[in-house]
Structure formats: C-alpha cells, structure tokens
C-alpha cells in the first residue's frame, strides 16, 4: 500500500517545552487516524508538524501528495459572499467551481452562498472550511476540531464526506475529543505520549 | 499562474475594497492643504518647499495601510493556508508587494495634480515629481510590505513599522526631490538604481520575515 503522509521519529517542541518525542506514524489511502489526548498534549501541534506549518525539532515529515488542512482559523474573507470567498480558494487549488457547487451541498451550505463570511456562525463557517477541504480534492486531509460549533446534522455530513474521501484513497489525520462516530477509526493518545 | 493571479487581485481588492482606495489619496491632499496654510502664501516658498512635501507625504501615504497589509491574513489562517499549499513566502510577499504597489501608487499618481496646483508647481516640476514617485513606488511597496510582515505579531505593529520604513526610504526622498534641483541631473539615475535594489530585495526579506511568522 502507498503512503500519503509518513512521520518518522518526530520531536516536537514548542517554546521550552517538549510536546512529545519518538513519534512515528503513517498514513496509507483510506486510512484514518483520531489523535486524542487532553488540552496542550499536542494535537494540533501533531497537525502544524504534518502540515508542514512547524518544523520537527527531530526527525522527518513526508507528503507524498497534497494537504488539505482545517485549524481554528477559516481563512474566508469575512467582508465576502461565503461563495465568492470559497471561489478564491478554488482559484488558488486550481479546481473549477462545480468541485465547489457539490461540496456547498454536500455541507449543505447551498442557501449560505450569498451570505457574507462574517454574518455566519462557528459551526456554519466551520462546513465552509470544509467544503474548501473537499473542493481541494487534496489526498490527504488534517482536520484538526472540524466539528467544533457544529450540530449532530452536520456533524453527520461531516462524517458523510469524510466516508467518501477514504473510499475514493484519500487518507485522515483528525485532531479531535471526540471520535465523532467515524467507523474504523485508528487512535492514537497523544496523552501518553508526553 | 490562475493562483497567482486570484492571490494578486484578492490584496488589490482587499487595498481598494470598502473605500480604501481613497484613504491615502484623501491623506495626500490633506497634507498639501495644510502646507500653504502652515508656510503662507507665498507662491515662489511654496514652489521651491512643495516639492519635497510631496515626496514626504507620498511616503507617508505609502504607510498608512500598513497594518492591514500581513496582520489580517495571519490572524484569518490565509498565510497558513497558503503555505500547506506549497507556496514560497517569497511569491506570497511579491503578490503582496504588486498589489500595494498598484493599490496605493496608482491613486497617488492621479493625486498628485491637485496636489500640485496647491504647492504651486509648475507643469515641468509636476511632470518631474510623477516620473520620479513611479520608479519610486515598487520600493516604497517593499519597504511597507517587508515591515508589515515584521511588525504582523506586534500590536501596535503599525508604529513600529513607520520607525523600520523610514531610514531605508531616505535614499529615495534623497534622489526623488533630488531631481526638482536644477542641478541634480544625476538624481533620477540614483532614484532608479536604489528603487530597484529596494525592490529586487523586498520579496526575499519580506518572505523571511512571513516564514518566521510560523514558527
């Protein structure tokens, strides 16, 4: 099987503190892995370091194939409609704007289109940044809290696209608290690791 | 290239969105009507001093967006979007540095005619002031973009970033009003060749200091 994202011995530390070290980990297509642990114990650094955003104080980082990356930021244009907001981001990937037309109805965020960024809550810009995930059509995807602010229909949706992404070969690295009821989930504990 | 060329009109209409356009224009005439009222009215004072006021409050008008240049797109997660995407730092900031080229050099071209007629320059000067503010207007750009990629985790980072602009734009107020002198015939040469190390650089330093914005 090919790997898509593979860290090999990874140390990370972040001002004086080392968050973990000794970490390895790979991602095949169709696979997923939940990161979880307590606050501070790692995760999004974990994502940052996979993302490429942070460098390992040791070891490697490997993507064989694109990155599509959620954190706590939207990167939307607030003062922009949430369609010609995402319509920038499909420029910059260089996909056409059906890729974005089914990913706003697989968020459901198709009647949000006119809707400035800034008018729309936590949970509904949270499916706005994933539908910049899927309209990517990136391999390999770091979501990190996709599901913050998000209600149990969306959630489902969440869950929904990410079932499809990893039939389709695309691989998961998830940072979150809860599993959110994503069958054949690997997990890693970030807590136990410190 | 379709990416870069979304990346370079999302910054220009970001400067030019929701009434920016005019804020460094509106800067620049506000600068030539309190001239006259601070020096007097005295036509030929007002020639031979106008000249560098211009070039003074370009520069000025220059800094004034210089908090919503980086600071925005860092808090937003676009610089980090971008750099999943594999950008260089150093393509993001000439995107950046074109786009505050054209979104406050172009509106301060069109200024400068009414600010000339307030400072009583004559068509000659005027004609000098405009070829010399457009070789000058890709290094002021650097300069602002370069510190505002600096000055991005600061608050107040706007302050900081004038202090940090400003010793390295004295080469360029130096020949640019150095061209209005008769005699400085050499001045526009030296105008262009600092204007184009300033801007040669800019991209490079401007995308270290994004890069280490990350870490």
């Given at each position: 099987m090919t790997e898509l994202l593979r860290l090999d011995n990874v140390a990370c530390i972040r001002g004086d503190r080392l968050l973990f070290e000794g970490l390895s980990l790979a991602l095949g297509r169709g696979d997923a892995l939940w990161l979880r642990g307590p606050n501070g114990a790692g995760k999004s650094s974990l994502i940052r370091l996979a993302a490429g955003l942070l460098r390992p104080a040791f070891g490697t980082v490997e993507r064989r194939e694109r990155v599509a990356l959620i954190d706590e930021a939207s990167a939307l244009d607030a003062e922009l409609p949430l369609r010609r907001a995402l319509d920038f981001w499909a420029r910059v990937d260089t996909v056409d704007g059906h890729a974005v037309d089914r990913a706003m109805d697989e968020m459901a965020l198709t009647p949000l289109a006119e809707v400035p960024v800034a008018m729309l809550s936590t949970g509904q810009r949270k499916r706005a940044a994933m539908v910049r995930v899927i309209a990517s059509g990136a391999p390999i995807w770091l979501l990190d809290e996709p599901a913050n602010g998000m209600d149990e229909a969306a959630q489902a949706r969440l869950v929904a696209a990410i079932a499809k992404h990893r039939a389709n070969g695309g691989a998961l690295l998830l940072a979150s608290h809860f599993a959110l009821g994503i069958p054949d989930l690997a997990e890693l504990d970030m807590g136990t690791l410190a | 290239m379709t990416a870069l060329i979304a990346l370079f009109w999302r910054d220009l209409r970001r400067a030019w969105g929701s009434g920016a356009l005019w804020l460094p224009v509106l800067f620049f005439l506000l600068v030539a009507t309190a001239f006259p009222f601070a020096v007097g009215p005295d036509a030929p004072l007002l020639r031979r001093a106008g000249g560098g006021?211009?070039?003074?409050?370009?520069?000025?008008?220059?800094?004034?967006?210089?908090?919503?240049?980086?600071?925005?797109?860092?808090?937003?997660?676009?610089?980090?979007?971008?750099?999943?995407?594999?950008?260089?730092?150093?393509?993001?900031?000439?995107?950046?540095?074109?786009?505050?080229?054209?979104?406050?050099?172009?509106?301060?071209?069109?200024?400068?005619?009414?600010?000339?007629?307030?400072?009583?320059?004559?068509?000659?000067?005027?004609?000098?002031?405009?070829?010399?503010?457009?070789?000058?207007?890709?290094?002021?750009?650097?300069?602002?973009?370069?510190?505002?990629?600096?000055?991005?985790?600061?608050?107040g980072g706007s302050a900081i970033g004038g202090l940090l602009v400003l010793p390295l734009a004295v080469p360029l107020l130096i020949f640019g009003a150095g061209m209005l002198d008769p005699s400085g015939r050499g001045a526009v040469k030296l105008l262009a060749a600092s204007s184009l190390l300033l801007t040669v650089i800019g991209p490079f330093a401007a995308g270290a200091a994004l890069r280490g914005l990350r870490e």
């Open positions: - | 006021m211009v070039w003074v409050a370009a520069l000025l008008a220059a800094l004034l967006p210089i908090d919503r240049l980086v600071r925005p797109d860092k808090d937003a997660g676009v610089l980090d979007q971008l750099a999943v995407r594999g950008f260089a730092d150093e393509v993001i900031a000439a995107m950046k540095i074109g786009a505050h080229a054209i979104g406050f050099g172009l509106p301060l071209l069109i200024a400068l005619l009414p600010v000339s007629a307030l400072l009583a320059q004559d068509a000659a000067r005027v004609e000098t002031l405009a070829i010399g503010i457009a070789i000058a207007v890709p290094a002021l750009a650097s300069l602002v973009v370069l510190s505002a990629a600096l000055t991005a985790n600061h608050k």
